[in-house]
């Protein structure tokens, strides 16, 4: 099994790429599964949240995401500051561990600070693949706007991810990524390396 990493400022795509990864294996005969850090993160502040602000921390509603989001950033990174960057990455170390599939996508590969964070954990520790992506848009004089980072933790990290990253990927906002050729081809050969990694895991 192998861990391969997805990194990138918000709405650049990382749950679309990881679904259109996970699709393309499977048709190769490959299984595979998603992860997220945040997933331990939203765990830890479930209870609390429900009992003493009568807030859903699953919500998909972003009105009532943006009630807590600050919360979670908040209570992330104390936890991360305690542990050297390790909390959270040990929590989803040992779910992964359980996973017997082929491939397990982390898709929210959000921090190089520490010595032993989350990109030396997918590239040392684990052996696997960081993958960066950046998104953009073309405005009416056709240049390019990408997206930027939605706070300053983005901001400090992401040109480490993209600089450490095995694979980076530009693409562009499109209305249906899955009938895009330029998409399907960078999807095909992000694809064909993440098989040659299973097939050569060191």
């Not at 918000?10 to 490959?30: F, T």
């Not at 909390?87 to 359980?98: G, P, Q, V």
């Amino acid at each position: 099994m192998i861990v391969v990493g997805i990194s990138g400022v918000a709405r650049s795509g990382k749950n679309l790429l990881c679904d259109l990864l996970m699709q393309n294996l499977y048709i190769e005969g490959y299984t595979s599964k998603q992860f997220a850090l945040a997933s331990d993160l939203k765990n830890d502040c479930d209870e609390f949240l429900y009992k003493m602000c009568d807030l859903n921390v699953w919500t998909d509603l972003t009105e009532d995401k943006t009630q807590f989001r600050e919360f979670l950033v908040w209570y992330g990174s104390l936890k991360r500051k305690q542990t050297n960057g390790r909390y959270w990455i040990e929590k989803l170390d040992r779910r992964i561990s359980t996973y017997e599939g082929d491939v397990a996508f982390v898709t929210d590969v959000r921090y190089d600070s520490y010595e032993k964070d989350e990109v030396h954990w997918i590239k040392e520790e684990r052996q696997g693949l960081l993958i960066h992506l950046k998104r953009f848009t073309r405005d009416d004089s056709n240049s390019l706007q990408f997206t930027k980072p939605a706070n300053q933790h983005e901001y400090s990290n992401d040109g480490s991810l993209y600089t450490n990253a095995d694979i980076n990927i530009t693409w562009e906002t499109v209305k249906d990524p899955k009938k895009n050729d330029i998409i399907i081809d960078v999807v095909n050969d992000t694809t064909k390396k993440i098989i040659e990694k299973i097939k050569n895991p060191y």
